[in-house]
């Protein structure tokens, strides 16, 4: 099966590396989000990452021109822009009753052949294809950030989610140059219900002034040989995201180790969700979202 026209839904972060990363492997992409506003920023930072991506790597991906990338990316804010995609990967914010009402909505415009891979932190990819009228077609597809140069992607089965689906996701995901680790479906899957708490942690660990997010950060560098500390990586993730993961957590498991910090949650009603705000563990200077 040929997949070349892809929906992706939301273009927050992920929606953004998705839709890049598909562009330049020569796809089609019809880009949704729900304000003009927001789609002519997610192009605006397609267009930087693409520079960013020439600067580093000294050559122009493929040889194409940035132009011809970005006129691959098809901008709306409609949703029956749908009906023609052989392929969707749906990126909206982590939160229940936003997803919910987005395949309501986007189940019955497309194709009835049309795979829809969710991008969630830690929801059920199960709950997600219960409300769809094809379960057996809606796989979870937990992409890593940032998208483009990633090449891991940890893939969820459902309950009803079948091999043949899989075998599209296995080929979708090699036509954007990605491997994959097919995992069970319960909330967080693997790498989120081991992380979220981690980073969660941290900054307990930061709230009761046991160390400073610098020093935790550098401990774990120094220390275990990771890249990036906990409170780095909840910055690059969003720690809007962070926080609404562990409520997904806390609420799925009825298990009060995933309650969040307090801190987490003053600092995201302070607007303060690192790296796509400006401002988080650390500080960024302008906003890049
Ligand atoms: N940030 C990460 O590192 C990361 C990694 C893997 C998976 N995820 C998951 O990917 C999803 C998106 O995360 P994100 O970090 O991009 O979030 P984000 O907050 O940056 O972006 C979410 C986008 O969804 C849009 N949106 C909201 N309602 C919508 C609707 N009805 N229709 C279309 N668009 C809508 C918002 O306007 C926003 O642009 C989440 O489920 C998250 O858990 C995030």
Redesign the pocket.
């Known amino acids: 099966m040929e997949i070349r026209k892809v929906g992706v839904?939301?273009?927050?972060?992920?929606?953004v590396g998705v839709a890049q990363n598909l562009a330049q492997t020569g796809h089609e992409v019809v880009l949704?989000?729900?304000?003009e506003e927001?789609l002519q920023e997610a192009r605006n930072e397609v267009a930087q990452a693409l520079r960013m991506q020439s600067f580093f790597q000294k050559k122009k991906e493929a040889g194409e021109s940035h132009d011809t990338i970005l006129e691959r990316i098809h901008l709306t804010t409609d949703y029956e822009d749908l009906s023609d995609v052989d392929f969707v990967v749906e990126?909206?914010?982590?939160k229940w009753p936003?997803?919910e009402?987005?395949y309501r909505l986007m189940d019955p415009i497309c194709p009835e052949r049309t795979v829809i891979a969710v991008?969630?932190?830690?929801?059920s990819i199960t709950k997600v294809g219960a409300v769809t009228q094809r379960p057996d077609r809606i796989v979870g597809m937990?992409?890593?950030?940032p998208v483009p140069l990633k090449n891991m992607t940890e893939v969820i089965r459902g309950h009803h989610t079948s091999e043949q689906t899989l075998d599209i996701a296995r080929q979708f995901l090699k036509g954007m140059g990605k491997d994959c680790i097919v995992v069970n479906d319960l909330p967080g899957f693997v790498s989120n219900r081991v992380l979220m708490l981690t980073i969660n942690e941290a900054i307990f660990v930061v709230q009761d002034q046991v160390a400073s997010a610098e020093d935790v950060d550098r401990l774990f560098k120094t220390c275990f040989g990771h890249k990036m500390g906990p409170l780095e990586t909840g910055d690059?993730?969003?720690l809007?995201?962070i926080l609404?993961?562990l409520d997904v957590l806390y609420e799925s498991y009825n298990d009060s180790k995933f309650r969040p910090a307090p801190l987490l949650k003053k600092m995201v009603d302070a607007g303060l969700h690192g790296r796509?705000s400006g401002e988080g563990f650390y500080n960024y200077g302008a906003s890049l979202g």
């Open positions: 839904v939301g273009a927050g972060v992920m929606g949704i989000d729900v304000t927001r990126n909206t914010t982590e936003i997803k009402k987005v991008n969630t932190s830690c929801i937990h992409f890593m950030n690059l993730i969003g809007d995201t609404y993961s796509k």
